[in-house]
């Protein structure tokens, strides 16, 4: 696997809070609509298929997030500025419990 993108598509909204912390120029257009692109890398790829089942990837190994998710790395993305914040953005939405019955305490 090679490193992958979260596609992130934009609202007006959205794009003034992108020009506002200065990655305007980081808006690109897919498919028609306004989108930036996180970049992620391979090990985080396995962590989100495995934290989202149904997770796809298409010919450019990009993909988008479910909702909430896809706002949480938004958020960072605000928040601190840049794209590149898959090494921290990937600990809020991974929980990789997610699914599994807690165990029993043994006695």
């Given amino acids: 696997m090679a490193d992958?993108?979260?596609?992130?598509?934009?609202?007006?909204?959205?794009?003034?809070?992108?020009?506002?912390?200065?990655l305007g120029g980081e808006i690109k257009e897919l498919g028609g609509k306004k989108a930036i692109q996180v970049k992620a890398t391979d090990k985080?790829?396995?962590?989100?298929?495995?934290?989202?089942?149904?997770?796809a990837f298409d010919a450019d190994n990009?993909?988008?997030?479910?909702?909430?998710?896809?706002?949480?790395?938004?958020?960072?993305?605000?928040?601190?500025?840049?794209?590149?914040v898959m090494k921290f953005a990937i600990m809020k939405i991974y929980n990789p419990l997610a699914g599994k019955a807690p165990r029993s305490a043994q006695r």
């Fill in 4 to 22: 992958c993108f979260i596609n992130i598509f934009l609202n007006d909204e959205r794009i003034k809070q992108l020009e506002a912390a200065g």
């Fill in 44 to 55: 985080e790829q396995k962590k989100m298929v495995k934290g989202f089942p149904g997770l």
């Fill in 62 to 84: 990009a993909c988008v997030l479910p909702e909430a998710a896809e706002k949480t790395v938004f958020d960072i993305v605000v928040n601190m500025k840049t794209l590149d």
